[in-house]
Structures are given as structure tokens and as C-alpha cells.
């Protein structure tokens, strides 16, 4: 299992156990982590899941494909470490990975 830690908007920490090959929505989902609506299901078509990458975490995540750059568009209050949480597998490189949520979705 890898670690995951998502952080809500409040502050509240919400340390998980994720298995490789899930995305991060749907742990967070699976938890209930308030403000990832992710009404598109994890179809990268909706932009409800957005979060913000840890700084220490981005180079590691890596950046949004093309088609997700094109739903940020949608997303509130996007950042240079904006990224739909749909679009993050989980894999052993990213264990210990913290991402936070935005104040509201899109």
C-alpha cells in the first residue's frame, strides 16, 4: 500500500492507505475527503476533483496531460500545481504523496 495524505480545505488531514493503480479521487472519495465532488466519475471530464500537489511532491507527480490542461481551464483558482486528482495514479513512487483541496470545485 502507498501512502496518501489529503488535506481539505479546513485543514484536516486525511492520511490514507492506497493501493497502486487507483487514482487519487477515488480514495478520496472512497474516504469521504470533503470537496472532491468528482461528478464526472473519474473521466477527466469535469474538473471536480481539483487539487493542489504538495510543492515537495510536483516534480514527482509530474504535469497535467494535455486533455487535463484543457479541463483546469474549468477549475477554480488553478495553480502551477493544480491537478485533477482523476489523473494521479498512485504507484510506489509516490508514497508519502500530499495533495490539498481548493476552497470550492468548479
Keep these: 500500500m502507498t501512502k496518501l495524505t489529503i488535506v481539505a480545505f479546513d485543514g484536516t488531514r486525511f492520511d490514507l492507505d492506497?493501493?497502486?493503480?487507483?487514482?487519487?479521487?477515488?480514495n478520496a472519495?472512497?474516504?469521504?475527503?470533503?470537496?472532491?465532488?468528482?461528478?464526472?466519475?473519474?473521466?477527466?471530464?469535469?474538473?471536480?476533483?481539483?487539487?493542489?500537489?504538495?510543492?515537495a511532491w510536483t516534480a514527482v507527480v509530474g504535469?497535467?496531460?494535455?486533455?487535463?490542461?484543457?479541463?483546469?481551464?474549468?477549475?477554480?483558482?488553478?495553480?502551477?500545481?493544480?491537478r485533477l486528482s482523476c489523473q494521479i495514479k498512485v504507484t510506489d513512487a509516490l508514497d508519502g504523496v500530499v495533495v490539498h483541496v481548493p476552497e470550492r470545485q468548479a
Excluded: K, W
Design 18 to 26: 492506497a493501493e497502486n493503480g487507483s487514482t487519487v479521487m477515488e
Design 29 to 55: 472519495v472512497r474516504n469521504s475527503v470533503p470537496g472532491i465532488e468528482a461528478e464526472c466519475g473519474g473521466a477527466c471530464a469535469c474538473a471536480t476533483c481539483h487539487v493542489y500537489v504538495d510543492d
Design 63 to 82: 504535469p497535467p496531460q494535455p486533455m487535463e490542461e484543457d479541463m483546469l481551464d474549468f477549475a477554480y483558482d488553478v495553480r502551477p500545481t493544480s
